[in-house]
């Protein structure tokens, strides 16, 4: 890809997020039909605040740390670090994090938010830094989505990470969809949403009835937050708190479908269906963006806000994170984050002429999996997918560890509780491992708390082994348990650390 294309593509992204984002703001939280055209504030040459964007800062920085061996793991610390606020599943999310759960879990536990917005709104980075590789940026989607987020939530940030990825080589409204339906189950809320938006368009039927067919195929509450029930039509009905994910992206589609194209007209028709008004003009802006470029984005919309970056969620005043200031230096920053995320090179030719270019390694794609279950047998991404929102993964120097949780990470007296390790081999060479359970007093745990385990190599074997622990716990007298599980090779001086959290939560009667 020539760097002066791809760079027109990051800032159009990021311009078109801003100018999304401040179009829909004021028609959040708000269910019914808007007549909404241009912005309908006083912008004073700046864009509005908004969590969509600034979220991804933290993100940025965490990938300028640790490259493509970014995980949810890290980002997750990242998150309770420099994002400040505790509404919805932010904090349910935060406060899974605070209490030793790792993702998912922490995405799932305790969270009615789990199905919503507040993961698709941040897909762009992952987009942005694998051009052209959606199987890359579903990848670190999953693991960014995982933070906060289970299941709906999770499908609808991996289907926007994959078309816009998808978007940097690909114009066809309909191959980019096909693409992002790829690497999300079938039968999901968010697949169901896309498809009667898809029906609704080709059957000739308007946008707004197109959003009606939506609310009612898979109701949401997001416009119920900020809109009397007796102003909302009674055809549209009342969803489970929470599950806005599939709605939104619908809409999204919508506003895609109907606008034909049309930069303008398209985030105009997204911001007209409410609901989570800036995510879904700002994702679908952002999409555009990366489609037309920046060179392309219509003057009409950037002159009225400018190319700053206004901040709402972040704790600018931590001097560890480093927030641009503008839309052109997040863009470059990301530009120079590239190769190594790839694990690609820039190649000086013809400079003069066209710039830079990138190359991308055969075989590279494989490798830049951030969690790899293993080295040498490539699960599909819908396997990965499966895994949440129970299944912790743990990379290590000799073995990859899965640890199925089986459930919600709940312990009560006197009651059996499983979990299932399956370990798999980096090395093309057997080994021996032991596996020790570190547990409180009293705890006991089959088939024992110190057992042997033969690891098979994958030359002539599948090269894993598995095990299922069941762990009773006596009289339990604290809130919380924390659990370490030891996984050591024999001959080898390395060994893998497993924490495993357990809350003493009562027996529902």
């Not at 055209?37 to 006083?42: A, K, L, N, P, S």
């Not at 979220?55 to 920085?61: E, F, G, H, K």
């Not at 002429?353 to 390694?361: D, L, S, T």
């Not at 990859?400 to 949780?405: S, V």
Request: glycine letters at 10%; charged letters at 20%.
């Amino acid at each position: 890809m020539n760097i002066h294309n791809y760079r027109d593509k990051v800032l159009g992204c990021w311009l078109g997020k801003n100018i999304g984002g401040t179009l829909g703001a004021p028609f959040e939280c708000k269910r019914g039909v808007f007549p909404v055209e241009f912005y309908t504030q006083d912008t004073h040459g700046e864009p509005l605040p908004n969590d969509d964007l600034d979220l991804q800062l933290v993100w940025l920085n965490a990938v300028e740390k640790y490259s493509r061996s970014v995980n949810s793991t890290i980002l997750g610390e990242y998150w309770l670090m420099y994002v400040v606020p505790n509404w919805g599943e932010y904090g349910a999310g935060k406060n899974n994090l605070t209490a030793g759960l790792l993702p998912p879990l922490s995405g799932y536990v305790n969270n009615v938010y789990r199905d919503s917005c507040g993961a698709f709104i941040l897909s762009e980075i992952w987009a942005c830094l694998a051009p052209g590789h959606p199987e890359i940026a579903v990848q670190y989607a999953y693991e960014d989505a995982t933070v906060n987020h289970s299941h709906e939530g999770v499908y609808a940030e991996v289907f926007c990470a994959a078309l816009q990825s998808a978007a940097f080589a690909e114009k066809d409204t309909r191959k980019l969809i096909e693409i992002g339906l790829s690497y999300i189950p079938a039968d999901c809320g968010v697949a169901r949403a896309i498809h009667v938006a898809l029906e609704a368009y080709e059957g000739g039927q308007s946008w707004q009835d197109a959003r009606k067919r939506i609310l009612q195929a898979v109701p949401s509450t997001f416009g119920l937050l900020g809109t009397p029930r007796e102003q909302v039509a009674p055809d549209e009905p009342e969803g489970a708190m929470g599950y806005d994910a599939p709605s939104n992206i619908g809409i999204i589609l919508i506003g895609w479908l109907y606008g034909e194209g049309d930069f303008g007209r398209s985030i105009s028709i997204a911001a007209s269906c409410g609901e989570d008004a800036d995510c879904t003009a700002g994702t679908l802006g952002a999409l555009l963006g990366i489609v037309h470029g920046a060179a392309a984005l219509p003057a009409r919309w950037l002159e009225p806000i400018g190319r700053s970056i206004k901040t709402l969620c972040v704790n600018r005043g931590d001097q560890g994170l480093r927030v641009p200031n503008t839309v052109d230096e997040m863009t470059e920053r990301v530009l120079a984050l590239t190769p190594r995320f790839l694990g690609s090179e820039w190649v000086d030719t013809m400079r003069a002429a066209e710039g830079y270019m990138i190359r991308m390694h055969e075989g590279e794609a494989l490798r830049c999996h951030p969690r790899r279950i293993n080295a040498f047998v490539e699960r599909s991404f819908m396997e990965q997918l499966a895994c949440q929102p129970f299944g912790v993964r743990h990379d290590f120097i000799l073995f990859n560890t899965l640890l199925d949780y089986q459930g919600d990470p709940f312990i009560q007296p006197g009651v059996p509780r499983k979990l299932r390790l399956t370990v798999e081999n980096q090395f093309f060479k057997q080994q021996w491992l032991t596996v020790r359970w570190h547990l409180p007093a009293g705890w006991k745990v089959t088939p024992g708390p110190a057992i042997s385990l033969p690891l098979e190599q994958y030359h002539c074997n599948l090269g894993t082994c598995s095990v299922e622990f069941t762990l009773e716990a006596g009289e339990l007298n604290e809130p919380r348990y924390d659990l370490v599980l030891q996984i050591s090779s024999l001959g080898h001086p390395s060994q893998g650390l497993i924490p495993v959290t357990l809350l003493n939560v009562p027996r529902e009667k």
